[in-house]
Nanobody
């Protein structure tokens, strides 16, 4: 059982930055890929970024390329999402997810989810 806890969300003005963190249980020893997804009010859950267990492979949604950066520190069992140049359309609940195996941009392939952290970008 993998437990994930997100943090770092909040309110920020357009053009600002936030860094989200997702901490995994220290009891987790298996290699796993991690992903970030978001869901805005009235919309379906959307892929944001993903990273392989080693950190060597990353994927980004077109909407965030060049602005967001996903990274991980396996010693700390933590994955990060650095969000720069934030836009009002980035407003959503952001969820961290984990899966055993290769990196994926499909939410259904992830087995473990955090409870989310809210990001609100004002215009």
């Amino acid at each position: 059982q993998v437990q994930l806890v997100e943090s770092g969300g909040g309110l920020v003005q357009a053009g600002g930055s936030l860094r989200l963190s997702c901490a995994a249980s220290r009891r987790t020893s298996s290699s796993y890929a991690m992903g970030w997804f978001r869901q805005a009010p009235g919309k379906e859950r959307e892929f944001v970024a993903a990273i392989s267990w080693s950190g060597s492979t990353t994927y980004y949604a077109d909407s965030v390329k060049g602005r967001f950066t996903i990274s991980r520190d396996n010693a700390k069992k933590t994955v990060y999402l650095q969000m720069n140049s934030l836009k009002p359309e980035d407003t959503a609940d952001y969820y961290c997810a984990a899966r055993e195996g290769v990196v994926s941009g499909t939410a259904d392939r992830y087995n473990y989810w955090g409870q989310g952290t809210q990001v609100t970008v004002s215009s």
